[in-house]
């Protein structure tokens, strides 16, 4: 029986993908748990549809991500911070430390989307990875200073 997934269904696939599934498991699995609806030629032109209209939406994403990767790449960053002997900092420099910079520079970054391999700890100039889209990844300079 051919059905079309509204939800990931592990093992199955995933959204508005179309998948042969046994009878008995469509009726009393995704039917009602509103995981898929039974595919009919309304419901395939529909779902078409829906996919050319998403693949739109996520081309037009990645093209914004990646001009803000561009953007990010070309600035550098600076977070001032307390240090004692060694250029060692009190504390530490952590991903909200680096959005609050970039909030300062003017762009719009959530704490999430911004990954160390570990905590900064040290003055000098290090990198952080900012996940913009799946596969679009900047590298931002981050320059700590003491304070």
């Not at 059905?3 to 009393?28: H, S």
């Not at 009919?40 to 996919?51: D, I, R």
């Not at 910079?101 to 990954?115: K, N, T, V």
Request: proline content about 3%; charged content about 30%; overall charge positive.
């Amino acid at each position: 029986m051919k059905v079309i997934l509204l939800k990931e269904v592990q093992g199955l696939g995933k959204p508005m993908d179309t998948v042969d599934v046994a009878p008995g498991y469509c009726r009393n699995y995704l039917l009602p748990k509103g995981l898929a609806i039974v595919a009919s030629a309304m419901s395939l032109k529909q779902v078409e549809h829906n996919k050319k209209m998403v693949e739109a939406r996520l081309a037009k994403e990645r093209k914004k991500a990646l001009e803000l990767k561009q953007k990010l790449e070309e600035i550098s960053c600076k977070v001032a911070r307390e240090a004692g002997e060694g250029d060692k900092l009190f504390g530490s420099v952590t991903n909200r430390d680096i959005a609050v910079a970039l909030a300062e520079e003017g762009f719009s970054i959530d704490h999430r989307q911004i990954s160390l391999e570990a905590p900064i700890k040290h003055l000098g100039i290090f990198y952080a990875d900012v996940k913009l889209a799946p596969d679009v990844v900047a590298k931002v300079k981050v320059w700590v200073v003491a304070k």
